[in-house]
Every structure is written in structure tokens, then in C-alpha cells.
């Protein structure tokens, strides 16, 4: 898989006529038959259409076609995003056998940009939870060591990505599932500004929640996909909360001099969990870029009530998410989506209330950092990663975790906002397995923060510990 390009190289080679698309699916396919067996990352392949398209986008360039932005370029999805034809199980026996009629908005519209769908990446059960690890499939392993966890919920996709698999694939996010995989496999995952990305299957009508988004192996590359998600057709016009915006924009970032940026930095937001080893990671890498920028301030944002709502809310779209068929569910079904069901149904209509209330309170917070700084840099998961047999950490630093939500409170703290968040890796931990931070920015500046991102991205490059880390695998 020609490991050290880009997609956005590949499909320059593409138009060049140096590569072919049937080349690149060739490659995706040996390299996962060579090392999924060993990471699970990927559960369903769809090799006989793959091939069938490439050599449709091959023929196409021969004969001069004008062509779509990802003609014939190899991409995964997560196995809960819909694929007509290809099975789509949510990591649960109940759609082992589930073979949807029609591709998903998102999937719509990477097949109609060109994208060549070569597979579906693992999930935990439903798509709730940070491990990824379900009943029909069990579980996938971090790239850098396949004992310990990717983290979850994308985190086939990130698992693929990181190991040349392909180099793009989807994921969504609703506390986190795009940002903690995309920290622990060292790739980057971008969580959009709610409503860029259309959703159409979401359940409720206005969420910060049930997100999709991109993950790759560097900015330019996610900003690539994100040009083609982000548009409103192929069903994207049937979600409410999907806004007009020029979707081509993204393929072209602007140049950002990160030498005039004022950044803002928090290691807690505030005070929330975060592990003593990754406090000092992150004060670590810190301390390495803080000459990079004009103004590199530690701030005292505030968003430790943010977890707290974020439970509440949580329940809130769950209970909208499951309630045709909480009534049968078996026992052993998803511990982490019946924890979250079962509060909801004792918890009243008045603290909902009450926690949206505070929901707008922390927006206006941290609507006002970003009067003062272009940027804010916070750790990308509270503890680095563990045993992928743990569902969560028991304990950090004898804090006792007492449910699957309790250790993932920097990125459902920033759910709770709804800015946009882009991860980018920043070298290894002590133990050899990848560090991120989340990189946020004001709601709406998703251009920008990309823009800053690819910045930030290539300065950290010219530094071996702070550079993105590549599995020796």
C-alpha cells in the first residue's frame, strides 16, 4: 500500500496515469489479508465489486473521462454505516445477516465522489463504547501492540488506517469515538462542527450527538474526504441539521503561519480525570511546541459540569436512539448502551432541562476563550491505552471508574460544546504506543482549524518525538 504516500498522492498518480486504481485495491487486499488476522481491524471484504469498480475507474481514465475528486481510490467503512448489499452488523448477532438495500448519505457519497468501498472496519456492539471489542467479531488491537486496546468507537477504521490498509476510512463520533481511536492508533480523526457532516439517520432532530466524520493519516488528506461528506446529496438533504455550506472548500486548505496563532492549553479542562502519565506526556510535548506560536497561554477553562450533562444528554438521545426495541433485548446485550437506557428511565424530565440549560452556559464559555485565542490544545484521552480485555480502565491513579463514560470526560466534555476537534499524534508514550491531542477551534471555523491543524501538523513533523509515529508492523 505504499505506505509512505497519500491518498491525495495515490490519486495524483491516478490522474497521471503512473498508478492504477486496480493497483491499489491489489494492495489493500494483500495487506489485509497479511495483517488483519493478527489486529482484526477489518470484518467484511467486498472484493469481487472492488475489483469490478477499479477496473471501471481504469478504463474510465483511459478513455479521458472528467472524473470525480476520489475516482478509484481504495476506502473502508465502519460497520455501522449502512453499504448496500454488504452486510452490516453493528458488531451484534441480531444483523449478522443484515444485507441494506442502500448505501448510507455518508457511503452515498464517497461512492458517487469515486471512492472504491474494499470493506467494513469493527466496532463494539452498537457503536457505544471506547474498546472495540463485540460479541460476533471480538475484539481489534492496537497497531503499535495488538494486546492493548485501539480504543473505540471507530476504532477498525483507525486500526486500518494507521496499518496501510487503506488510508482513509469513516467513522462517527458520540463522546469520543472518533478522537480516542484516532489518539491511539497515531491518525487523524476530525469531529466536525455538528451539522456539517449530514446524518440522516440520526434520530432526533438537533444533537450534538450521533456524528460522522473521517479518519486518515494526516490533515490534508481527512480535510480531502471531508470535501466529499460534507455535501448535502445523496440524503444529506434529509437531515435537519445539515447546513448550507460549500463542501469543495475543504480540498484546498489555507496557509497558516503558526508562528502569529495564540494558543490556548488546558491538561484537565478545569479538573477532569487525567492520568499522572499522561498529564506529563502532555506537559511534555508542551513544552516542545510552545516556541512554535506567538502566544501559548495555560488556561483555566472550566468544563468539569460538562461530564455531568454530557450523562444526561446522553440518555436523552439513547433513549430516542433504542426505544422501539429496548423491550428485547437479551441479557447479555450491550452492557454499555443498557447501563446508559436504564439511568435514563429513572432519571426526570427536570434534570434533562436542567442539563441543557447548562449546556448553553458552557458554550457561551468557551465562546468567549475564542474571542482572545485562534486555538485550544487539551490531552486526546485521559489515560493511554490499555489491556483491550479491560471494557474500560478499573482504576487511574486508584480513581475507581465506575462505568464505561467515567474515563472519556476531555472528549464527551467537548461533545457537551459541539466545536470542531481535530486529533493529530504527537509521538509514542513511554511504553511505545501513540500520544494525541485533541486540537480545538470556534464552531463554524472547521476551514480554519483544518488549515491550523496541517500548520501545526508539519511543524511537529521536523521533530522526531513529536511527529506522527508509524507502526513497525
Not at 498508478?19 to 471484504?45: D, H, M, Q, W
Not at 472496519?121 to 460476533?136: D, F, L
Not at 483555566?300 to 450523562?311: H, K, Q, S
Request: negative net charge.
Amino acid at each position: 500500500m505504499m505506505e509512505n504516500e497519500s491518498a491525495a498522492t495515490q490519486l495524483e498518480a491516478m490522474r497521471q496515469g503512473d498508478l492504477k486504481s486496480a493497483t491499489l485495491v491489489e494492495s489493500s487486499l494483500a495487506r489485509i489479508s497479511e495483517i488483519n488476522p493478527t489486529f482484526n481491524a477489518v470484518v467484511t471484504l467486498v472484493e469481487t465489486r472492488a475489483r469490478e469498480e477499479a477496473e471501471y475507474w481504469d478504463q474510465a481514465r483511459m478513455r479521458g473521462h472528467n472524473l470525480p475528486p476520489l475516482a478509484g481510490l481504495p476506502v473502508l467503512i465502519k460497520d455501522n454505516q449502512r453499504t448496500q448489499g454488504v452486510r452490516t452488523t453493528l458488531g451484534s448477532v441480531r444483523y449478522l445477516n443484515d444485507f441494506p438495500l442502500e448505501d448510507a448519505g455518508i457511503v452515498a457519497r464517497l461512492r458517487a465522489a469515486g471512492a472504491i468501498v474494499i470493506g467494513k472496519t469493527n466496532i463494539p456492539e452498537y457503536s457505544v463504547g471506547a474498546n472495540t471489542i463485540n460479541p460476533v467479531f471480538g475484539a481489534t488491537g492496537n497497531p503499535f501492540d495488538p494486546s492493548m486496546t485501539c480504543g473505540g468507537s471507530s476504532g477498525g477504521s483507525a486500526v486500518a488506517v494507521a496499518l496501510n490498509m487503506t488510508k482513509m476510512a469513516t467513522g462517527s463520533d458520540h463522546g469520543g469515538s472518533l478522537r480516542i481511536p484516532s489518539c491511539y492508533c497515531g491518525v487523524v480523526g476530525f469531529r466536525a462542527t455538528p451539522g456539517v457532516v449530514p446524518n440522516e439517520e440520526r434520530r432526533t432532530p438537533s444533537t450534538h450527538y450521533s456524528l460522522q466524520g473521517p479518519i486518515a493519516q494526516n490533515v490534508a488528506d481527512v480535510s480531502l474526504m471531508l470535501s466529499v461528506i460534507a455535501g448535502r446529496d445523496h440524503g444529506g438533504d434529509r437531515d435537519p441539521m445539515a447546513f448550507p455550506l460549500d463542501a469543495q472548500a475543504f480540498r484546498k486548505l489555507s496557509e497558516i503561519n503558526v508562528g502569529q496563532l495564540k494558543v490556548a492549553v488546558s491538561v484537565d479542562l478545569g479538573g477532569l480525570l487525567v492520568s499522572r502519565d499522561t498529564r506529563s506526556l502532555f506537559l511534555d510535548r508542551m513544552e516542545k511546541m510552545r516556541s512554535l506560536f506567538a502566544v501559548c497561554d495555560w488556561h483555566d477553562i472550566d468544563l468539569t459540569e460538562a461530564p455531568g450533562v454530557d450523562w444526561h444528554l446522553r440518555q436523552d438521545v439513547f433513549v430516542s436512539q433504542y426505544f422501539e426495541e429496548a423491550g428485547s433485548w437479551e441479557e447479555d446485550f450491550s452492557r454499555n448502551i443498557q447501563q446508559t437506557y436504564q439511568a435514563a428511565m429513572q432519571t426526570p424530565m427536570k434534570a434533562i432541562a436542567e442539563a441543557r440549560y447548562r449546556q448553553l452556559q458552557l458554550i457561551q464559555r468557551c465562546d468567549e476563550l475564542f474571542a482572545d485565542y485562534d486555538l485550544l490544545i487539551v490531552p486526546g484521552v485521559g489515560v493511554q491505552p490499555f489491556p483491550w480485555k479491560l471494557n474500560h480502565p478499573e482504576t487511574i491513579d486508584g480513581a475507581v471508574i465506575d462505568n464505561y463514560m467515567s474515563w472519556l470526560h476531555l472528549t464527551s466534555s467537548l461533545t457537551v460544546v459541539g466545536l470542531p476537534v481535530l486529533t493529530i499524534p504527537l509521538g509514542l508514550d513511554t511504553g511505545g504506543l501513540p500520544f494525541g491531542v485533541q486540537l480545538v477551534g470556534p464552531r463554524y471555523r472547521d476551514h480554519r482549524l483544518l488549515s491550523i491543524g496541517k500548520a501545526v501538523e508539519q511543524a511537529c513533523a521536523l521533530d522526531e518525538v513529536l511527529s506522527r509515529p508509524i507502526s513497525s508492523v
